[in-house]
């Protein structure tokens, strides 16, 4: 019991930490499932705003940390001095290490556990006209 109290203590005391996983995972979600690269290449009204928002993926978290920090400041000016700009900072940092510690990642769990963490769009196959005979 100590030790899970001492693991949450570490957590409560480096929230950038918490927010890097966070981002990392979001960051695989809103990749996968929002900002596809069939909405991009899609023509349409919005086709910019999706074209946009897929180039400008691994800046994300970073402006989200800078959201972070400017609304939620008080975890950071209570351990560190330099108020809600050293917030800003924090988080924006983490924010940029998590895409980073995502490919870091990637790549430890593609060489040592031979599986591949990237998300490949393929194409659903196309279902038969008739339906299999059975046996």
Excluded: N
């Excluded at 979001?26 to 009204?45: D, N, S, W």
């Excluded at 599986?115 to 769009?121: A, G, K, N, S």
């Amino acid at each position: 019991m100590d030790t899970l109290t001492e693991a949450f203590g570490t957590l409560t005391r480096h929230p950038g930490l918490v927010w890097m996983v966070l981002a990392m995972i979001c960051g695989q979600f809103f990749k996968t499932l929002v900002f596809t690269r069939e909405r991009a290449e899609t023509p349409g009204k919005l086709r910019w705003f999706w074209l946009a928002a897929r180039k400008t993926l691994p800046w994300h978290p970073v402006a989200v940390g800078v959201l972070i920090g400017l609304f939620w400041p008080g975890t950071v000016e209570d351990h560190y001095a330099g108020g809600s700009l050293a917030a800003v900072v924090y988080f924006a940092a983490f924010g940029g290490l998590s895409v980073w510690a995502f490919e870091a990642l990637k790549g430890v769990a593609k060489r040592y556990a031979k599986i591949d963490l990237e998300h490949r769009e393929t194409p659903v196959p196309a279902l038969a006209k008739t339906p299999p005979k059975l046996p």
